[in-house]
């Protein structure tokens, strides 16, 4: 039976052979963003598994801790969401991306 290679693995690999992110991310059909995310958990393992035994604690601790955190952002949000401050810089955010994508499809062509 083949071992199935995972993506995660299969960035770990090409990083190891010198690729930069946006290579990988062309290569393999993934966000950038998400070849950066792997490429620092990878560097920082021990950073990661903290947080995990940290999470692990906090449940031990308290079982309805990750329901009430998930409320906790959810009304963050909501209240964000009716700041119109946010909601003016999040249209910026996306008018620049757009502008940006936009020009990129003009250079390809």
Do not use: F
């Amino acid at each position: 039976m083949t071992e199935r290679l995972t993506k995660k693995t299969k960035i770990e690999a090409l990083l190891a052979e010198g690729k930069r992110a946006t290579e990988i991310a062309e290569i393999l059909g993934v966000t950038r963003r998400y070849v950066i995310a792997v490429a620092w958990r990878v560097r920082n393992c021990e950073h990661e598994k903290a947080i995990k035994r940290a999470v692990r604690e906090r449940l031990r601790a308290d079982p309805e801790w990750l329901n009430k955190e998930r409320e906790r952002r959810r009304k963050r949000h909501k209240e964000r969401r009716k700041n119109r401050a946010y909601r003016v810089g999040i249209a910026h955010s996306r008018r620049r991306w757009r502008l940006r994508a936009r020009v990129a499809a003009q250079q390809n062509e």
